[in-house]
């Protein structure tokens, strides 16, 4: 009998000595989605991608095609960005998904496999690969290339007649952050991808005034996720210099835990109490860090929709509200709708109208004004 507390070698990292190129399949298997309505055939895949600052490092994901026959090919492809997880543990989505079905979004991907999307969920950087943790929360371009290098990887597959259909991307709360960083980044860094729009609510915009915001609350647990996740993002920079020594045995610690155990554990309580100072995002270098995490500073070139909940206690509505006001400044196809209900609540009631947006998205090419970019070593 197979123990389930034993690692799923299907996960462990493989070596990249020979610089896979981004969205290369690496690894894949067949799994069962019993538990996911609409889904037919499934596949866990390892694919490589690039962290924020372009080092090849491998990723895990999920693609699942829609029961309906005459979509099962050809289809068009969503990839469908979870909300936060957690730092470590089994909460991967690719694994949620397979076998008991535990994964909470499990809805949502029901919805968009009804209409005969195919659909690709990506697991985090940093998470569900063996000794690749933990997550890299609140880093936006590492979550973009996630998105992106599992959507290439979707074309690859050769089960699948993929490799021209169009996609979209749609997430909520900090898969909202990974959605709209994709849809900033797609152009330079995967021009390929017949990208036609983006879905994204309760998007966390500025994390900076985010963990201002929520430090020392009921959300406290997703403060300190950020500073973990930003510190292993930013592992190149001397980060935790800030870090007390109870902070650094806190950080390892907390790199193993769930979002449900951050929340628990770590509720009402502040950063500073890790920290050499009460204030650790003023920090100088950790300034820097957060201004670089911010959306809306380049212009996604196909439609997005935004959504957020007035009530939303955890990612404040005026966030969202500056996201679109910077967008339209840039003069991006952005539409926006509010919902006067909560957090939780607005994830749910917002869905439908962002299905209707990436479904009018996906039947019509966006007018794209081609920009010239300089040579990046992220698209070689």
Known sequence: MTDPAAPDGFYSSPALDFAPRPGEILRRRTVSTPHLHGASRAWQLVYATRTAFSAPIPASGIMITPHTAEFARRSPVLVYCTAFHGLGGRCAPSQLLAGEGSEPETRFIATALERGWTVAVPDDPGLGMTGLGPHQFLAGRAA?????????????????????APCAVWGYADGG???VWAAEQQPRYAPELDLRGVAAGAVVADPGALVAEIDGGRWAGLGLAGLVGLS???AHLPVGHILTDDGHRTVQQAQELDAAALLATYRNQPLGRWCERPDPWNDPLWRYVLANETSGRVAPQVPVHLYHGTEDALVPVAMGRGLFAEYRSLGVAVSWREYATSHTGTAAEGAADAITSLASYLQHRPNIITRPAPPSPQTT
């Open 232 to 234: 292993r993002a930013y």
């Open 144 to 164: 973009a290339h996630a998105v992106l290098d599992l959507a290439r990887a979707v074309r690859a597959l050769s089960e699948l007649d993929s490799a021209q």
């Open 177 to 179: 952050r990974a959605a």
